[in-house]
């Protein structure tokens, strides 16, 4: 029986290989020693993101959750696009990521608005 993190599990791992036979597709090359083409090309790419976030807060505004969704997945789509551009260095930073979020608990952190903070020790 799939349990709903299988699920998406799942799902982000085949999202992630259309996002990259998209890029073959489209001869998207990754980022390279070249600074300006660089700079413009992540650029690009943040205005995908904003673009797509509005969007999803658009949908969440009127209170669409399937649009929503869909909305979201946009934006994981462009953003799992750009950590491709990055090539290596995007792999280094979701590990890294990974790693730093994972070691975040209950003792040292506390949920606020969705976020784990720092819990700040009183005198």
């Known amino acids: 029986m799939d349990t709903e993190t299988t699920k998406l599990q799942r799902a982000v ?44 807060a658009q949908a969440l505004n009127k209170v669409e959750l399937s649009k929503s969704a869909l909305e979201a997945a946009d934006v994981l789509y462009v953003a799992i696009g750009t950590m491709l551009v990055y090539g290596d260095l ?17 003792k040292t952190r506390q949920m606020t608005a969705g976020k784990a903070v720092k819990v700040i020790a009183s005198e």
């Open 13 to 56: 791992s085949r999202m992630a290989q259309s996002v990259e036979d998209l890029h073959v597709r489209f001869d998207i090359p990754d980022l390279d020693d070249d600074w300006p083409t660089n700079l413009a090309t992540l650029r690009a790419r943040l205005s995908m993101l904003v673009e797509e976030t509005g969007e999803h």
């Open 90 to 106: 995007g792999v280094r930073a979701l590990v890294e990521t990974y790693k730093k979020t994972h070691k975040k608990n209950p």
